[in-house]
């Protein structure tokens, strides 16, 4: 059985090369994972949601093996801050969208003034 441990450090530290799902025995997806920065990042971030609350499974489909209460538990916390840490984001962006003042598309005044000879 693979150690859901290090599924999820590999995934949070390495994932982006899709190093996990080598590890994981899933070469094919891992090949995508390094060729596309962890799927573009989306990939990545549900992986380590998957790993975390235990709902990844190895190439042959067994569940992984889970460590002891403590590290298990600072896997589910680490998991919990990232996805405090993503919504956090989110919020800042949609924020900072909504509180910008638009700017016009075309503004003649803003032209600069044509030389004169």
């Known amino acids: 059985m693979r150690s859901k441990a290090i599924a999820f450090w590999l995934c949070l530290f390495l994932g982006v090369f899709g190093i996990h799902r080598f590890y994981l025995g ?3 997806s891992g090949v995508l994972w ?4 962890g799927f573009f990042g989306i990939g990545l ?3 380590i949601l998957r790993i975390g609350f ?6 042959q489909g067994n569940a992984l093996a889970v460590p002891g ?5 600072l896997i589910k916390a680490v998991t ?3 996805i405090v840490w993503l919504a956090a984001c989110v919020a800042f962006v949609v ?3 909504i509180t910008q003042p638009q700017l016009p598309l075309f503004d003649p005044g803003r032209l600069p003034k044509p030389l004169t000879v």
């Open 26 to 28: 899933k070469p094919f």
């Open 54 to 59: 235990g709902l990844m499974r190895d190439g």
């Open 69 to 73: 209460f403590l590290h298990n538990s």
């Open 34 to 37: 390094f060729f596309t920065a």
């Open 80 to 82: 919990v801050f990232m």
């Open 45 to 47: 971030f549900f992986d």
């Open 95 to 97: 924020h900072s969208v």
